[in-house]
């Protein structure tokens, strides 16, 4: 919040995620630039939304001022989880911060307070089930894919974790080099076409290295 005088001037600030350093965050970012959001002002992160422990999403909660707005896309890109979905909207809502959410503007926080119980109280089942549903979303994804390594290791297709990259000669300049790519910036689908290397072979050497840009 920037204070000329004795004016206030209020910001409106965007939060962006998708799960994955692999996938496009350009629609979301299209959507918020359509709302007339400053680039300066959107936050991204590129990680699971299975807990807040998420680097931009942490500046931004440091960043916002009494007044402010903070538009998402979706509740789901807030988090996955019921519980933090829940205590983080209530965070906003103690520091006087006005949500909106593209795909569900019924979970938008009124601009004025609301007395009417029963409206208030429609709004909390309302967050609840929608909370419940983002949580259930991302547990059937996980299940899916636990299903999938269930059916390959019973056809034996299942490679399992082993990374193909391996430390000494050859294979280690290819592995360096691939590392050296990804922390410069370069997507996860630049660097499979460069380097010939599959998607979780990928991941799984930046997972092993402990890497995160």
């Not at 965007?14 to 400053?38: P, T």
């Not at 297709?157 to 294979?171: A, M, S």
């Not at 080099?177 to 910036?185: N, P, R």
Request: no cysteine; aromatic share 8%.
């Amino acid at each position: 919040m920037v204070t000329e005088g004795s004016w206030a001037v209020m910001t409106i600030y965007s939060y962006i995620r998708v799960s994955s350093v692999d996938q496009n965050e350009s629609r979301q970012i299209e959507s918020m630039k359509a709302l007339g959001i400053d680039k300066e002002n959107m936050f991204i992160d590129k990680m699971s939304g299975k807990n807040t422990d998420r680097p931009k999403y942490q500046k931004l909660k440091g960043a916002v001022q009494e007044g402010d707005t903070v538009v998402f896309d979706s509740i789901t890109r807030l988090s996955r989880d019921y519980e933090d979905i829940k205590e983080e909207y209530q965070f906003y809502l103690k520091k006087g911060v006005f949500l909106e959410f593209i795909k569900e503007p019924i979970l938008n926080t009124p601009k004025e307070k609301v007395d009417d119980i029963v409206q208030v109280a429609l709004a909390d089942v309302i967050l609840s089930l929608l909370a419940a549903f983002a949580q259930k979303e991302r547990e059937d994804i996980k299940l899916r894919q636990a299903e999938g390594i269930a059916i390959a290791k019973a056809k034996g297709k299942y490679k399992g974790r082993k990374t193909k990259l391996v430390e000494g000669g050859e294979e280690e300049v290819r592995r360096n080099a691939i590392i050296k790519a990804y922390l410069e910036g370069n997507s996860i689908a630049d660097i499979r076409k460069t380097y010939k290397v599959g998607t979780g072979t990928i991941y799984r050497l930046l997972e092993r290295e402990d890497i995160k840009r």
